[in-house]
């Protein structure tokens, strides 16, 4: 059964580096792992999409093993803002080929 | 705003009754997602289309729910017959198709804010 798991929280502080990973068997081969952001009552954000090694944007990094049974998210110097909840995004091939959505995981930031 | 638009935004409806719900896409993408999310959980898949072609549906989607996408530009998303369990929020997300060199695989996708459903 494909799957993906997150931890379902995380608590940082402001100026901190936070690092979510995302745990995801039965991976499709040709496809991108994607992280996205969402506030409450607004539909997900995209943050950063990548196929494999690591990947840099403006606002994160993504680093993906060689096996891609796995991925971090990693958010350089959270602020406040930052606070919300994180969804990895990957396609598998099951019975059917099919977007599954990580369980999300909720990160805090504190001053 | 991502430039997805879906309507209604809050839909109450009593047990039995039929939606649709409406989404309206960027206009240069080709592929269309419909997702169910409820409280405390992640979006799950529902449907996508590429342009009117709808390829994939998730075992979610039972035989009361049917997407359209007539002319590959907006999209539709019926429940007929709801029940309570068919509250949650549906969102809609669009987003271009991967290049051949890349698979052809799932690119940025743009969500709509979402359409929240509630079955009385």
């Known amino acids: 059964l494909a799957k993906t798991t997150q931890p379902i929280s995380m608590d940082s502080y402001e100026g901190q580096e936070v690092n979510i990973t995302c745990s995801h068997n039965?991976?499709?081969?040709?496809?991108?792992i994607t992280w996205y952001q969402q506030f409450p009552s607004q539909g997900p954000r995209f943050i950063i999409q990548g196929y494999k090694t690591k990947v840099t944007n403006e606002v994160a990094s993504l680093f993906i093993p060689a096996d891609r049974k796995s991925s971090t998210l990693s958010l350089p110097r959270v602020s406040l803002s930052d606070t919300a909840v994180y969804y990895c995004?990957?396609?598998?091939?099951?019975?059917?080929?099919?977007?599954?959505f990580g369980s999300g995981t909720r990160l805090l930031v504190r001053p | 705003d991502t430039g997805v638009s879906q309507n209604p935004r809050h839909k109450i409806t009593k047990r039995g009754q039929n939606v649709t719900f409406r989404c309206d896409p960027i206009?240069?993408?080709?592929?269309l997602y419909w997702y169910r999310q409820t409280l405390g959980q992640g979006p799950e898949f529902l449907t996508y289309f590429q342009n009117e072609a709808q390829l994939e549906k998730s075992r979610l989607l039972s035989d009361r729910f049917s997407a359209e996408r007539p002319k590959g530009s907006f999209s539709t998303l019926e429940i007929q017959r709801t029940e309570q369990g068919d509250s949650a929020m549906y969102l809609c997300?669009?987003?271009?198709?991967?290049?051949?060199?890349?698979?052809?695989?799932?690119?940025?996708?743009?969500f709509g804010p979402g359409t929240r459903l509630t079955v009385l």
């Open positions: 206009s240069e993408h080709n592929r």
């Open positions: 039965n991976i499709a081969t040709n496809d991108y």
């Open positions: 997300a669009s987003s271009l198709r991967g290049s051949i060199k890349s698979g052809g695989g799932f690119l940025e996708q743009f």
């Open positions: 995004l990957v396609a598998v091939m099951d019975s059917s080929y099919k977007l599954i």
